[in-house]
């Protein structure tokens, strides 16, 4: 149990790191979110649970993947922001247009042959 405390805690404190620097200098705070590092996070805590390299490799090719989609919510919300919808709504609808984007992607890669 005090392993699954430990992984929260260092996560949780990272986040909240992350955001405080962003108070201070929006571009050093956005240096630091666009690092891995849940995905960092995720592989390190995996490898220590597991040691397992090919289910760490397995994830990391979905990560691969699964980012691409997930740009699609730095693309709109600036533009709906920037286009006066209210912070909540353009945020709703921007994380409404990356689920649709996940799906496409979902959708899309067993077609092409790539598995997630």
Same mark, same amino acid.
């Given at each position: 149990m005090l392993p699954l405390i430990l992984k929260f805690v260092i996560s949780a404190m990272l986040i909240v790191a992350i955001s405080e620097v962003a108070k201070r200098? &929006?571009?050093?705070? !956005?240096?630091? /979110?666009?690092?891995?590092?849940?995905?960092?996070?995720?592989l390190g805590w995996l490898?220590?649970? &597991?040691?397992?390299? !090919?289910?760490? /490799?397995a994830l990391t090719r979905s990560i691969f993947w699964l980012v691409l989609p997930s740009l699609v919510l730095f693309l709109v919300l600036p533009v709906l922001l920037e286009r006066g919808v209210p912070f909540w709504s353009a945020l709703g609808l921007a994380c409404a247009a990356t689920a649709l984007a996940y799906g496409g992607m979902s959708w899309s890669l067993p077609r092409l042959g790539v598995s997630l």
């Open positions: 200098s &929006t571009a050093l705070g !956005a240096l630091l /979110a666009s690092l891995p590092v849940t995905s960092i996070l995720a490898y220590h649970d &597991t040691g397992d390299l !090919a289910e760490i /490799a």
